[in-house]
């Protein structure tokens, strides 16, 4: 039996992180262990902009790096369960981090209905 397609495409995923606010964020610091935090954020023009600032140490680590990757999941029930990875190059803006997305990944087990 062939796999059932649940991935989200690109207006699924633009559509999901517009409504997203909370995202579990995780980088490499410079020991090479993985180090992750949650950050509010917001999501605009193809970027996140995570309340993350310059003394946070993920954020540091991160914009070092110059690698980030952010998580974001909902599940209200079994069908209804949803996420989105994106990775991509952190900046300081301000007080916070811009991540301009390079890669990114959804799924929709909703569509497991269908």
């Not at 540091?60 to 079994?78: F, M």
């Not at 991509?88 to 916070?96: M, Q």
Request: some cysteine.
């Amino acid at each position: 039996m062939p796999k059932r397609d649940i991935h989200m495409d690109a207006k699924e995923i633009d559509d999901f992180l517009s409504r997203c606010n909370l995202m579990a964020v995780g980088t490499v610091d410079a020991d090479g262990w993985p180090t992750a935090t949650l950050s509010h954020c917001e999501f605009a023009n193809g970027a996140l902009l995570l309340q993350l600032g310059p003394t946070d140490p993920v954020a540091a680590s991160a914009v070092a790096r110059q690698h980030l990757c952010c998580v974001a999941d909902e599940h209200p029930s079994y069908y209804e369960i949803r996420g989105v990875i994106a990775h991509g190059r952190p900046t300081f803006v301000d007080k916070s981090v811009r991540v301009d997305i390079k890669r990114r990944s959804g799924f929709d087990f909703g569509k497991l209905q269908r």
